[in-house]
């Protein structure tokens, strides 16, 4: 896979809604990491099964098998729903990884009870095997240091909704342009 740069390049593909797709003959957008920042700054406020979403990988699909085997994949992510810590706690455990991060809550997030979201930048993009690693080690990461991440995120095709305003929204981001590279941080779980 041919190196870029990222904050130009597209990270990945998106829709409008749990509905949106192919299979429908609906087109999929494509997304760069700079819109992603764009949606942190100022996020849309839509009923979540209307919302925008972004599955990591420039292959324009929704089926796991084809992400997995086909799939180019240029960001991780982290979906914190169960008894989710505080932002500042999940920022905090972010700059452990020495990159840059968004993370923000989600549409149903309370102030007292912030779920959120995490995405993190990839200096390189990954297979869909390799990215399936990555992601498990991120959330074996925080699942050890925060709270259990839902795993779901683990599915090539599993989509990400991005940020969505609700009655409590906020956001942490690290943005120093600095990418991760999980096969250097996690080099003995790739070996």
């Given at each position: 896979?041919?190196?870029?740069?990222?904050?130009?390049?597209?990270?990945?593909?998106?829709?409008?809604?749990?509905?949106?797709?192919?299979?429908?003959?609906?087109?999929?957008?494509?997304?760069?990491?700079?819109?992603?920042?764009?949606?942190?700054?100022?996020?849309?406020?839509?009923?979540?099964?209307?919302?925008?979403?972004l599955i990591p990988?420039?292959?324009?699909?929704?089926?796991?098998?084809?992400?997995?085997?086909?799939?180019?994949?240029?960001?991780?992510?982290?979906?914190?729903?169960?008894?989710?810590?505080?932002?500042?706690?999940?920022?905090?455990?972010?700059?452990?990884?020495?990159?840059?991060?968004?993370v923000f809550t989600?549409?149903?997030?309370?102030?007292?009870h912030q779920k959120?979201?995490?995405?993190?930048?990839?200096?390189?993009?990954?297979?869909?095997?390799?990215?399936?690693?990555?992601?498990?080690?991120?959330?074996?990461?925080?699942?050890?240091?925060?709270?259990?991440?839902?795993?779901?995120?683990?599915?090539?095709?599993?989509?990400?909704?991005?940020?969505?305003?609700?009655?409590?929204?906020?956001?942490?981001?690290?943005?120093?342009?600095?990418?991760?590279?999980?096969?250097?941080?996690?080099?003995?779980?790739?070996?």
């Amino acid at each position: 896979m041919k190196s870029r740069k990222i904050s130009e390049a597209t990270i990945g593909i998106s829709g409008c809604g749990k509905y949106h797709t192919d299979k429908n003959g609906d087109r999929y957008t494509e997304v760069t990491w700079a819109d992603i920042k764009a949606l942190v700054d100022t996020p849309q406020q839509l009923r979540k099964n209307d919302a925008q979403w972004l599955i990591p990988s420039t292959l324009h699909s929704r089926k796991h098998k084809e992400q997995e085997s086909d799939g180019c994949f240029s960001l991780l992510w982290v979906d914190l729903d169960e008894q989710p810590k505080p932002l500042s706690d999940v920022a905090s455990i972010a700059d452990a990884l020495r990159c840059d991060y968004e993370v923000f809550t989600s549409k149903s997030a309370k102030k007292d009870h912030q779920k959120s979201r995490l995405l993190v930048p990839l200096s390189e993009p990954l297979t869909g095997v390799e990215w399936k690693l990555a992601q498990e080690c991120l959330n074996d990461f925080f699942e050890v240091h925060v709270s259990a991440p839902d795993r779901s995120s683990e599915g090539c095709g599993q989509l990400c909704y991005l940020p969505n305003r609700g009655d409590y929204y906020n956001s942490i981001s690290k943005r120093e342009g600095v990418f991760f590279k999980p096969t250097h941080h996690w080099a003995d779980e790739f070996t």
